[in-house]
């Protein structure tokens, strides 16, 4: 069946602009996940959904950073006024429930570069 | 919190020789223990994870990992590997949401691993 699907899979902006990342889930999963990749380090957690609860928001780097996720499915990652340092490639991933809910499926990512 | 240390950033190894890519994490009540594989231009995928019982757990391509609880450790192995396996892998460590059933994920910086002829 079809994966995690991310677009676009390459942004390139000017600092100071902001960035709308969109991600599509697996069909049902009904957990979401983003985290950021920046060159030569691990993934690091941004933020979490889980069905119709609050989201957690505690890997958000700042308030610049938000993400909604409409209907319990599609998820946009927005970062306002873009800075060099958001340069990174920011994944997404998606879990069910049952037996597999720990884990986590990913999408191919986009590659965010700020000038 | 919790935390992960791969402790080689690069492994260069020729084809058919045995690998291992070291893991360290920080202990924790609850662990639970994942290596994913990232070929070029892909996404992440799930080698392995271990959630409980036998410490040793075989995953896809060949690969194995084994939990040692009192090292901390989660190293992966393989026994032959080939051109194909190439790739950055990642070992990970389960950090309760809270309030959630599912689990957010601590990834290690990575390994490289790079299989010559």
């Known amino acids: 069946g079809a994966g995690v699907s991310q677009s676009p899979s390459n942004k390139v902006t000017e600092k100071g602009k902001d960035v709308e990342l969109r991600c599509d889930p697996i069909?049902?999963?009904?957990?979401l996940y983003w985290y950021r990749q920046r060159l030569g380090q691990g993934l690091e957690f941004l933020i979490y959904?889980?069905?119709?609860?609050?989201?957690?928001k505690s890997g958000l780097p700042s308030d610049r950073f938000s993400a909604e996720r409409t209907g319990g499915s599609v998820s946009t990652l927005t970062i306002q006024r873009t800075q060099q340092e958001d340069s990174a490639v920011y994944l997404c991933?998606?879990?069910?429930?049952?037996?597999?809910?720990?884990?986590?499926?990913f999408g191919p990512g986009t590659r965010l570069t700020v000038l | 919190a919790q935390s992960v240390t791969q402790l080689d950033s690069q492994v260069p190894v020729f084809e058919e020789a045995p690998v291992e890519l070291r893991c360290n994490y920080s202990?924790?009540?609850?662990?639970?223990l994942f290596w994913y594989v990232q070929y070029p231009n892909q996404g992440l995928q799930l080698l392995l994870k271990?959630?409980?019982?036998?410490?040793l757990v075989k995953g896809i391509n060949g690969f194995e990992a084994e939990f040692n609880k009192s090292q901390t450790s989660f190293h992966l192995r393989k026994p032959s590997v080939h051109i194909s396996d190439t790739a950055e892998y990642f070992c990970?460590?389960?950090?309760?949401?809270?309030?959630?059933?599912?689990?957010?994920?601590?990834f290690g910086k990575g390994t490289l691993l790079t299989v010559n002829p």
């Open positions: 991933a998606s879990s069910p429930t049952g037996a597999r809910y720990n884990e986590q499926f």
């Open positions: 069909s049902g999963h009904t957990a």
């Open positions: 959904f889980q069905g119709n609860s609050a989201p957690d």
């Open positions: 202990s924790s009540v609850s662990v639970y």
């Open positions: 271990y959630l409980s019982g036998s410490t």
């Open positions: 990970a460590v389960s950090d309760r949401v809270s309030g959630g059933s599912n689990y957010k994920l601590t």
